[in-house]
């Protein structure tokens, strides 16, 4: 098992009241937080055995809320080394200490965003950026599991939206 | 400006000494349900909502820093307007 972290935004703010079935549905291992651009979401470190049913648990709880659903899934830029090791998936976190710190690799390693006490944050695209062009790692633009989850969600948003659930499971069946 | 509130979790504590150097950022404690309380930022977004119990208090803590980095550009983008 591993702890995947994620984000799945959500239809709308939650109330109060809201947030706190949430956090009874099982979702304390998420946090209901909001962008500058008004939206809403769900940052999430949820532990399972992939990615996909990390995202499949949460989306599961987020509709035992009655009015609330999520619209759109994917991943924060901002990453602990942790999370850029599991994103990586064939990288160590203490190989991308080693990489910060300089004591491997030919330096350069983007700096952290932000650093609280033991925290420190960096940004995923610059990890990413820099894992492929100085260490030529091989790394996707877009997580493949996260594409396939925001797909999947928002198929289903426009299914119910035009009640064409029943067809579009039955589509997905055969198609 | 940050409140005086301190959550049961050092983790937590330490991310909110991060974020009070962040002047666009106010923690407000309240203790209603599940909730400590919340970051709330400048330009009006959805608030942090930080729970009294969360699952694992270490990524609770990383879950706020990382929001916070989203809202670096806040205050600036106020200025601007």
Redesign the interface.
Same mark, same amino acid.
């Given at each position: 098992m591993s702890?995947w972290d994620f984000r799945v935004t959500l239809n709308r703010?939650p109330t109060?009241?809201e947030?706190?079935l949430l956090?009874?549905a099982g979702l304390?291992?998420c946090?209901?937080?909001?962008?500058?651009d008004?939206s809403?979401f769900l940052?999430c470190?949820r532990e399972s055995g992939s990615l996909l049913e990390a995202i499949m648990s949460v989306l599961v709880q987020i509709r035992s809320v009655d009015g609330l659903w999520a619209i759109g899934v994917d991943h924060?830029d901002?990453?602990?080394l942790g999370d850029a090791a599991r994103r990586h998936g064939k990288r160590t976190q203490a190989s991308l200490r080693q990489l910060a710190n300089g004591q491997r690799g030919p330096g350069g390693f983007p700096p952290p965003?932000?650093?609280?006490?033991?925290?420190s944050?960096y940004s995923w695209g610059e990890i990413s950026t820099w894992l492929r062009t100085a260490m030529g790692d091989d790394i996707p633009e877009v997580n493949r599991d996260i594409a396939l989850a925001d797909a999947a969600v928002k198929l289903a948003c426009r299914a119910r939206a035009t009640h064409r659930e029943d067809q579009v499971r039955r589509l997905l069946e055969v198609a | 400006m940050v409140g005086r509130g301190r959550h049961q979790y050092n983790?937590i504590n330490?991310?909110f000494? #991060?974020?009070r150097e962040i002047p666009t950022l106010t923690v407000v404690e309240s203790h209603? +349900? =599940?909730?400590w309380g919340w970051v709330r930022?400048i330009?009006g977004?959805?608030?942090?909502?930080?729970?009294s119990?969360? #699952?694992?208090a270490g990524?609770?803590?990383?879950?706020?820093?990382?929001?916070?980095? +989203? =809202?670096?550009?806040?205050g600036k983008?106020e200025e601007e307007s």
């Open positions: 702890t703010a109060d009241q947030a706190d956090y009874e304390d291992d946090a209901v937080a909001g962008g500058p008004g809403t940052m470190d924060d901002a990453v602990t965003l932000v650093e609280a006490d033991n925290i944050v | 983790e330490a991310a000494r #991060r974020l209603n +349900g =599940h909730r930022c330009c977004a959805t608030p942090f909502k930080v729970w119990t969360p #699952r694992n990524n609770h803590a990383k879950a706020v820093v990382t929001w916070a980095t +989203g =809202h670096a550009r806040c983008s």
